[in-house]
């Protein structure tokens, strides 16, 4: 990327010859994509992030189908999934979002029940964003398969914890975002099998072979494709790496707080996220407590930050409005350090005991 910026940033679709080179280095960028994830070229779109990728594959393979039509999702998918279908209904689209467990799973009996003949889209996440559960996407997706019901699944939250080969995941559509695995913001992906039926959702040029017009964020884009490498390079140690250190804190917080509860910790996560409710704690004062202390942490999904009403997730889960109130998410990333989950661990116990207490926390530190 620092490379791009000195020699200047043209646009591929550019007919000179800096144009061309511009050309050159995002299709290098598909290429190396493409391997990545084990896929054609030509089934690669670059989009502006998991949000416009989500969105894209469910209103693009809609358009396309015949109707009647329906689609099947689950109740605690990402606010771009459940926005889509939102507007599919809008406009008389019957669609169905599955009930799920207390770990957050969806019943592979219950999915196929409720395939229906006029269904031409399941769409399901990979991971959580916000409790982390893996979800048993090849068996759900060759269920689809076998029905004739094009699977999508949204993998913004496994990228880099979890295996990214398509043909194993047996997905017609995936989504990506390179915030997740450590490229640029603003930058993401959505893989299309070749043959499904898509429709464009915006007019303009014929760029991303259509299915997304408009002049390419290359710079981006090669970063993306960078991180992308990386991430699947790295994938197996550095989920164990992190999956240690998450439990670390996972066990210290249960060892060390009374009231406190581990959300969806029955069911296999990926390893960077831990979602635990603090019993009277409110959790937007915990997570400004824990800031001032130089902890970051989210209350529910950093993408609804400022939503007044509590996280669909976890109310989807069934989990108790005190534990709702006070649930946070702990999200470890690939910088995250021993010495920081110890720096955590040490804080955590007199911070809650504080806000339990009512003892306001002040910069630097506790007020007694």
Partial sequence: MR???AEGDFNPSSLHAEGRKARALL????????????????????TSGGTESDNLAIAGVMQAAPRPAHVLSSAIEHSAVLGSLD???GSGIKTTRLAVDRDGLVDVSRFEAALRPETRLATIAYANNEIGTVQPIMELAR??????VLFHSDAVAAAGWLPMEVAALRVDLLSLSAHKFGGPKGTGLLYVRRGVPFGPQLGGGAQEFGRRPGTEDLLGIVGLAVALELAVRDQEPEAARVTALRDR???AIVASITGARVIAGGALRVANILNVGFAGVDSAALLIALDLAGVAVSAGSACASGAPEPSHVLAALGIEAEWQRGAIRFSLGHATSAGEIDRAIELLPQIVAGLRQGRPAASGGWVD
Avoid: N, P, W
């Fill in 27 to 46: 299709d290098d960028a598909r290429q190396r994509v493409a391997a990545s994830l084990g896929v054609d070229a030509s089934e690669i779109t670059f």
């Fill in 3 to 5: 490379a791009m910026l």
């Fill in 249 to 251: 804190l996972e066990g």
């Fill in 143 to 148: 269920i689809a398969q076998r029905r004739g």
């Fill in 87 to 89: 507007r599919l209904e």
